[in-house]
Nanobody, 126 residues
Framework: QVQLVESGGGLVEAGGSLKLSCAAS????????VGWFLQAPGKEREFVAG????????NYADSSKGRFSISSDSAKNTVTLQMNSLKPEDTAVYYC???????????????????WGQGTQVTVSS
């Protein structure tokens, strides 16, 4: 069982930046596709960005394009989400998730991801 651990959340002012990291705990992350999702209070979990680790291809939600950047470090077995120009509406719990090994599509539905971290809180003040 792959365990994912997020870090890097916190409180930041609007316009600021945060870097979130996702690491596999206990074993090497074999999944090719890793995504970041957010969930605001009372709302459904939604896709933020995803990466196919084998070739570095990425997919972003429209709200993330131009502000967020996802990257993968195979040596460190981590996936990072760099978030710039943060807005109050970005406030949410951010989750790292991974698809089953062997799958290569960067899907946007949380139902297609099987491994999840416990989440990290991001709060953007106005």
């Amino acid at each position: 069982q792959v365990q994912l651990v997020e870090s890097g959340g916190g409180l930041v002012e609007a316009g600021g930046s945060l870097k979130l990291s996702c690491a596999a705990s206990g074993r090497t992350l074999s999944s090719n596709v890793v995504g970041w999702f957010l969930q605001a209070p009372g709302k459904e979990r939604e896709f933020v960005a995803g990466i196919k680790r084998s070739d570095g291809s990425t997919n972003y939600a429209d709200s993330s394009k131009g502000r967020f950047s996802i990257s993968s470090d195979s040596a460190k077995n981590t996936v990072t989400l760099q978030m710039n120009s943060l807005k109050p509406e970005d406030t949410a719990v951010y989750y790292c998730a991974a698809r089953n090994a062997g799958l290569v599509l960067i899907t946007t539905s949380p139902r297609t991801y099987v491994y999840w971290g416990q989440g990290t809180q991001v709060t953007v003040s106005s």
